[in-house]
């Protein structure tokens, strides 16, 4: 059996490729899998790192419209097509699945041009174009979001690492924070704005630092690797820890009591699938997906919604400091979220997957 994966660009698009990966190595050892991505995305780092081969295309921006004209692009599109194309032919794919971003496209086009079965995975309630392409050349379309517009499509979440899936939060908590030198017995805030960090919940939480400490509330924030901090909390206790970057958010989550963060898929769909409460703060650009998201964790309990121009160090310390300092709130919340996520969304497409290809 071989498999092509085809995602890129951002996390939310590569992460759930890796674990689809994970698990279809888990059920058949010698199953073939190749990733292919573009030089623009993440991919060229995250993929060989988990040790899968990583095979590049053009990258090819589209216009946002699905036009009779997209089909018949000239020049570049044609040639990452081919470039796609000659990929599924050397490794004999069987199946081609895609999870969105600008490999997607061409990889779609060359799966069609080929006979290769496709099977497009959306994370996002409002797919992209590459996916609702992909979703126009296949029957095999499934989602990570209930309300997800794509037809034809089945609602089974999204694909997470096993690290994840198998964090145990209650029975992780004391090591996790010993691990990122905090104490066990004090409330403790995740702070992270994704995979580059976010400059107003940075600044918002480092305005808010003194407050949270005074109230006895400990601080493990992730600033993201493209951002700088002006200035620092002082040392003391409790801890306000500050990283760059961290590759163990399993621990990060263990950890945590409450998060504050965006509202991307894949942060959302990690969050409830360990049942870590959280302040969402949706990304003001877009096309509103993750207010989307949030909204859907706020309604059912799991989490506060706080738009991006209204999150300030007094909304956290009327709103957040508040949970911190309530755990039978915090356990409500918690199995509010819990009760919104999917573990078993990488063996569900992974079973999928392997029955389409056969």
């Known amino acids: 059996m071989r498999v092509v994966l085809a995602g890129g660009g951002t996390a939310g698009h590569i992460e759930p490729a890796l674990a689809l990966a994970d698990t279809l190595r888990g059920l058949d050892p010698g199953i073939g899998i190749t990733c292919m991505g573009t030089d623009r995305g993440l991919e060229t780092r995250l993929v060989p790192a988990r040790g899968y081969e990583l095979e590049l295309v053009p ?45 997607a496209t061409p990889a779609y086009l060359a799966a069609k041009r080929r006979g ?12 992209g174009l590459a996916n609702r392409l992909g979703a126009k050349l296949t029957d095999h379309v499934f989602t990570g979001h209930p309300d997800c517009v794509l037809a034809k499509a089945e609602y089974i979440g999204t694909p ?96 945590a009591d409450l998060a504050l963060c965006r509202s991307g898929a894949l942060t959302c769909a990690e969050l409830t699938a360990v049942g870590l409460p959280a302040a969402y703060v949706p990304l003001p650009h877009g096309n509103g997906e ?3 998201n949030a909204e859907r964790i706020a309604g059912g309990g799991g989490g506060l919604l706080i738009d991006d121009a209204d999150l300030s160090p007094d909304w956290i310390i009327q709103n957040v400091l508040p949970i911190l300092r309530d755990p039978e709130r915090v356990a409500v919340m918690s199995e509010a979220a819990v009760r919104l996520g999917r573990k078993d969304a990488d063996t569900t497409l992974a079973r999928k997957v392997l029955e389409i290809a056969q």
Do not use: C
Not at 80 to 91: E, G, I, Q, Y
């Open 116 to 127: 290769v079965p496709i099977v497009v995975h959306e994370a996002n309630p409002r797919p």
């Open 59 to 103: 990258a090819v921006p589209l216009p946002r419209a699905i036009t009779p004209q997209l089909l018949t692009m000239p020049g570049r599109l044609a040639g990452a097509v081919n470039a796609a194309a000659a990929v599924l032919d050397r490794v004999r794919a069987d199946v081609l699945v895609g999870f969105g971003g600008y490999v």
């Open 290 to 292: 993750q207010r989307i």
């Open 160 to 255: 997470l690492r096993r690290e994840i899936v198998q964090l145990d939060r209650l029975s992780m908590g004391d090591k996790a924070r010993s691990w990122f030198g905090l104490q066990t017995d004090r409330p403790t805030l995740l702070v992270f704005g994704g995979s580059q960090g976010a400059r107003s919940i940075n600044q918002a939480a480092l305005a808010a630092a003194p407050a949270l400490r005074s109230a006895g509330v400990q601080v493990l924030h992730v600033v993201g690797p493209k951002n700088t901090v002006e200035r620092e909390p002082p040392p003391g206790d409790p801890q306000y820890v500050l990283l760059p970057y961290l590759d163990r958010m399993d621990l990060a989550y263990a950890a």
